[in-house]
């Protein structure tokens, strides 16, 4: 089955930078686009990035372009994000998504909290 | 990408209806026919229950159904269940290969 697995987060300082993972199995993993999808503390989603399947286009919300890189190792069935600068916003947890079909997201992962404290 | 418009609860007894509605624009909702839905209960990651406005994944009980009209889309539940309890989000294709969730809606089963 389908499984997506999220790690890399923690408690980081204000202003440093982490890198999430997301490693896939049960799927054929350079078929699909995947997603980064956050939740703040008792919030709702939001949609962070996509890259496609064999990672040539990268896609971003405007609250994180600039600051946040998507990438993939198909060799290595992982998803990666890179978070730079962290604030307190980028406190939430992140969620791996697989994109579907059309536009949406069909399989999850549990999530990896990240907390912006000093 | 401002986030879709939902309300921020609803609730309805054992066995009853519910309708969850998601408001955006002609930007998103209206512009797309790529209205999909998610149910995530308390402390968990969420589910995919609808996509592409109306159609319904397998293993989705057909007690969950969707629509769509100009810029607002809407969730029904009938014949509520007590696992139904979760919160519901609605997202919607923004274009340019970007995506907007709704704020989520608390569904209480009474």
């Known amino acids: 089955q389908v499984q997506l697995v999220e790690s890399g987060g923690g408690v980081v300082q204000p202003g440093r930078s982490l890198r999430l993972s997301c490693a896939a199995s049960?799927?054929?993993?350079?078929?699909?686009?995947i997603n980064w999808v956050r939740q703040a503390p008792g919030k709702g989603l939001e949609w962070v990035a996509q890259t496609s399947n064999d990672g040539s286009n990268k896609f971003y919300a405007d609250s994180v372009k600039g600051r946040f890189t998507i990438s993939r190792d198909n060799s290595k069935n992982t998803l990666y994000l890179q978070i730079n600068t962290l604030s307190d916003e980028d406190t939430a947890v992140y969620y791996c998504?697989?994109?579907?079909?059309?536009?949406?997201?069909?399989?999850w992962g549990q999530g990896t909290l990240v907390t912006v404290s000093s | 990408q401002s986030a879709l418009t939902q309300p921020r609860s609803v609730s309805g007894s054992p066995g009853q209806s519910v309708t969850i509605s998601c408001t955006g624009s002609s930007s998103d909702v209206g512009g797309y026919h790529y209205v999909s839905w998610y149910q995530q209960p308390p402390g968990k990651a969420p589910k995919l229950m609808i996509y592409?406005?109306?159609q319904r994944p397998s293993g989705v009980p057909d007690r969950f159904s969707a629509s769509k009209s100009g810029n607002t889309a809407s969730l029904t539940i009938s014949g509520l269940q007590a696992e139904d309890e979760a919160d519901y989000y609605c997202c919607s294709y923004a274009g340019s290969y970007t995506f907007v969730f709704g704020g989520g809606t608390k569904l209480t089963v009474l």
């Open positions: 049960g799927f054929t993993f350079n078929y699909y686009a």
């Open positions: 998504a697989r994109a579907g079909a059309s536009p949406y997201f069909d399989s």
């Open positions: 592409d406005v109306s």
